[in-house]
């Protein structure tokens, strides 16, 4: 299989995956008027949905952080 | 939650506007973030050719398309709440503007019309992307929700809920391993976080030992399940911590074979011990059949006793009863295609755990296998209620589990006469010896081994005849099997 690799290149695109994901994972919304039945179900959607943001902000950092260590792995088998 | 009269005038409709303003605005916050993926998908692409990469690229496009769904309910949250807001500004209007009670009722009517369609809109959002599992669901009635979910609801209910998903039997074997797998990673970031702050603590000293422990066993974990073919089916680490691990795939495999270890087995860097017992069998059935597929599972979903005085009670096994009994029941709602064979394997005061469970719920096993058993909870393999052909039992002659007598007279007597006249105590802590003809099981050839406790950890070693029985056994190749030579 073909392979080629800028690894310089790929710590940009790993600290971009970073800051996607933290953003992804910090939703910022307004509470809604209490004594509604409205407000309690968004309240019950706006919890499934921010942990669902989370785990996909989470898991764009760990992807971030996979491409920085193929990388950080190409450059020491470069040296060595 | 009744709209009235007074909450109507109250009713804070700059509030539900700024809501509707905030999901407007996360959603287009998402389309920025959608960009962002495609760009980095994009240089990617560019800069990166190879396996590894291409791995990136998915993972990068699979996050991307989780966002995406995410959005469009977003939007919609957005739409619904300026559209409530609206209707309850109109309502609260009339409501002042009402000359009669019947205007009045009528404002209030239409605020409580509003209030219940929102409330009905958004709970229909919720389960959406997020859909329940029905409650109390057993392991087919699990198998049928999964199904009906689409690709990105599994993605995400994976991704948001791993330590929920990854237990649930009925779950196909590849997602609750994609679900554990994202557990074990969460809880080694936890548990090493939580291990620094230990560390400052000097009266943590038992629970750092703990930790430390379990993070052992996790990396032993993550080391194994680097080997093509493995996947993890249960994690918990919780207390002594408890793991389940499969070698080779379950659900497509003809023959699975099921180990559920004894005494001392927990989530620690021991763990590898039991996973190499595991493997021995996988390799002894596949080579008893080498047409047909294997799959060994490591069943390590109970609190194993620490120590002999725990395992003298029975109730470490009664306690693991219901989760053998369903893992059981949802290894057989996943399975592709024909069943060749399915058995289960209990070792020591596993056999117990084994026997327990088959007594009171029963247990989906075409045949059942006890090692160097301290009793398996009955008098008879009658009393398991399965037929006696199908229980086997092998106890190597010198095994400890012997003298696990259920009184003091009784040791004595195999202490002074080693090996009880040649014969396997017939009477243990937990019932009948298995390994005794006067059981009504099959008893199969183990190597004896002048060691005691080797006696009771040699049945997966290379040579043993015990583990080429249990390869026949999972195989159903049951002619084959030997049993013990006379005795001299």
Same mark, same amino acid.
């Not at chain 1, 309240?43 to 950092?61: D, F, K, N, P, Y």
């Not at chain 2, 995400?156 to 009925?170: A, M, N, T």
């Not at chain 2, 080693?418 to 243990?428: A, E, N, T, V, W």
């Given at each position: 299989?073909?392979?080629?690799?800028h690894?310089?290149?790929?710590?940009?695109?790993s600290?971009?995956l970073?800051?996607?994901g933290?953003?992804? %994972?910090?939703?910022?919304?307004?509470?809604?008027p209490?004594?509604w039945?409205? %407000?309690?179900?968004?309240?019950?959607?706006e919890?499934?949905?921010?942990?669902l943001?989370?785990?996909?902000?989470?898991?764009?950092?760990?992807?971030?952080?996979?491409?920085?260590?193929?990388? %950080?792995?190409y450059?020491?088998?470069d040296?060595? | 939650?009744?709209?009235g009269?007074?909450?109507?005038?109250a009713?804070?409709?700059?509030?539900?506007?700024?809501?509707?303003?905030?999901w407007? &605005?996360?959603?287009?916050?998402?389309?920025?973030?959608?960009?962002?993926?495609?760009?980095?998908?994009a240089?990617? &692409?560019?800069?990166?050719?190879g396996?590894?990469?291409?791995?990136?690229?998915?993972?990068?496009?699979?996050?991307?398309?989780?966002?995406a769904a995410?959005?469009?309910?977003?939007?919609?949250?957005g739409r619904l709440?300026?559209?409530?807001?609206?209707?309850?500004?109109?309502?609260?209007?009339?409501?002042?503007a009402?000359?009669?009670?019947?205007?009045?009722?009528?404002?209030?009517?239409?605020?409580?019309?509003?209030?219940?369609?929102t409330?009905?809109?958004?709970?229909?959002?919720?389960?959406?992307?997020s859909?329940?599992?029905?409650? *109390?669901?057993?392991?087919?009635?699990?198998?049928?929700?999964?199904?009906?979910?689409s690709?990105?609801?599994?993605?995400?209910l994976?991704?948001s809920?791993?330590?929920?998903?990854?237990?649930?039997?009925?779950?196909?074997?590849?997602d609750r391993?994609r679900?554990n797998?994202?557990?074990? &990673?969460?809880?080694?970031?936890?548990?090493?976080?939580?291990?620094?702050?230990?560390?400052a603590?000097?009266n943590?000293?038992?629970? &750092?030992?703990?930790?430390e422990r379990?993070?052992?066993?996790?990396?032993?974990?993550?080391?194994?399940?680097?080997?093509?073919?493995t996947?993890?089916l249960?994690?918990d680490t919780?207390?002594?911590?408890?793991a389940?691990?499969?070698?080779?795939?379950?659900?497509?495999?003809?023959?699975?074979?099921?180990?559920v270890p004894?005494?001392?087995?927990?989530?620690?860097?021991?763990?590898?011990?039991?996973?190499?017992?595991?493997?021995?069998?996988?390799e002894?059935?596949?080579?008893?059949?080498?047409?047909k597929?294997?799959?060994?599972?490591?069943?390590?979903?109970?609190?194993?006793?620490d120590?002999?005085?725990q395992?003298?009670?029975?109730?470490?096994?009664?306690?693991?009863?219901?989760?053998?009994h369903?893992?059981?029941?949802?290894?057989?709602?996943?399975?592709?295609?024909?069943?060749?064979?399915?058995?289960?394997?209990g070792?020591?005061?596993?056999a117990?755990?084994?026997?327990?469970t088959?007594?009171?719920?029963?247990?989906?096993?075409?045949?059942?296998?006890?090692?160097?058993a301290p009793?398996?909870?009955?008098?008879?393999?009658?009393?398991?209620h399965?037929?006696p052909?199908?229980?086997?039992?092998a106890?190597?002659?010198?095994?400890?589990?012997?003298?696990s007598?259920?009184?003091?007279?009784?040791?004595?007597?195999?202490?002074?006469w080693?090996?009880?006249?040649?014969?396997?105590?017939?009477?243990?802590w937990?019932?009948? *010896?298995p390994?005794?003809?006067?059981?009504?099981?099959?008893?199969?050839e183990?190597a004896?081994?002048?060691?005691?406790?080797?006696?009771?950890?040699?049945?997966?070693?290379?040579?043993?005849?015990a583990?080429t029985?249990?390869?026949?056994?999972?195989?159903?190749?049951?002619?084959s099997?030997?049993?013990?030579?006379p005795?001299?």
């Amino acid at each position: 299989m073909e392979f080629e690799v800028h690894i310089g290149r790929l710590g940009q695109w790993s600290d971009r995956l970073d800051d996607t994901g933290t953003a992804l %994972a910090q939703p910022k919304l307004v509470a809604a008027p209490a004594g509604w039945a409205a %407000a309690a179900a968004l309240s019950t959607w706006e919890t499934a949905l921010v942990g669902l943001l989370r785990a996909i902000g989470e898991q764009t950092v760990h992807t971030g952080d996979s491409v920085r260590a193929c990388a %950080a792995g190409y450059r020491s088998a470069d040296r060595s | 939650m009744i709209i009235g009269y007074a909450q109507l005038c109250a009713a804070d409709v700059a509030t539900w506007h700024a809501g509707a303003t905030a999901w407007r &605005r996360l959603a287009q916050q998402l389309d920025e973030r959608l960009e962002e993926f495609d760009a980095t998908a994009a240089g990617l &692409r560019q800069d990166w050719r190879g396996t590894a990469a291409d791995a990136a690229s998915v993972a990068v496009a699979d996050l991307r398309g989780l966002t995406a769904a995410c959005r469009t309910p977003i939007e919609q949250t957005g739409r619904l709440l300026a559209e409530h807001a609206d209707r309850v500004s109109a309502a609260r209007q009339a409501l002042l503007a009402a000359r009669t009670p019947e205007q009045a009722a009528m404002a209030v009517a239409a605020a409580r019309q509003s209030d219940e369609r929102t409330a009905t809109a958004l709970t229909q959002l919720t389960a959406s992307l997020s859909p329940p599992c029905p409650p *109390n669901a057993g392991p087919v009635a699990v198998r049928e929700w999964w199904r009906s979910l689409s690709k990105t609801q599994r993605d995400l209910l994976i991704l948001s809920s791993p330590e929920r998903i990854g237990r649930l039997d009925g779950v196909p074997a590849a997602d609750r391993d994609r679900a554990n797998r994202e557990l074990l &990673r969460h809880e080694q970031d936890r548990l090493t976080t939580l291990l620094d702050s230990l560390r400052a603590d000097p009266n943590a000293d038992r629970e &750092r030992d703990r930790v430390e422990r379990t993070l052992a066993g996790l990396a032993t974990l993550a080391d194994r399940l680097a080997r093509p073919g493995t996947y993890l089916l249960g994690l918990d680490t919780a207390g002594d911590g408890r793991a389940i691990v499969a070698l080779g795939d379950p659900d497509h495999s003809a023959n699975v074979l099921t180990y559920v270890p004894g005494m001392a087995v927990r989530l620690d860097g021991h763990l590898g011990t039991s996973l190499d017992r595991t493997a021995a069998m996988a390799e002894a059935t596949a080579a008893a059949d080498p047409a047909k597929s294997t799959a060994a599972v490591l069943w390590l979903g109970y609190d194993a006793p620490d120590n002999v005085l725990q395992a003298a009670s029975a109730s470490a096994a009664h306690d693991a009863r219901a989760a053998l009994h369903e893992f059981q029941d949802g290894l057989a709602a996943t399975h592709e295609g024909e069943f060749g064979e399915q058995s289960v394997v209990g070792h020591s005061y596993g056999a117990l755990v084994v026997g327990e469970t088959v007594r009171d719920l029963g247990l989906r096993a075409d045949d059942l296998v006890f090692l160097g058993a301290p009793g398996v909870g009955v008098e008879h393999a009658a009393d398991l209620h399965v037929d006696p052909k199908t229980v086997w039992a092998a106890s190597a002659d010198n095994d400890i589990v012997g003298l696990s007598a259920p009184s003091v007279r009784q040791v004595l007597k195999e202490l002074v006469w080693p090996r009880y006249m040649g014969d396997p105590m017939p009477d243990l802590w937990h019932g009948h *010896n298995p390994a005794d003809a006067g059981f009504g099981g099959h008893v199969f050839e183990a190597a004896d081994n002048p060691n005691p406790i080797s006696a009771h950890l040699a049945y997966w070693d290379r040579g043993n005849p015990a583990l080429t029985n249990v390869g026949r056994i999972a195989a159903g190749q049951d002619t084959s099997v030997s049993a013990p030579p006379p005795k001299s």
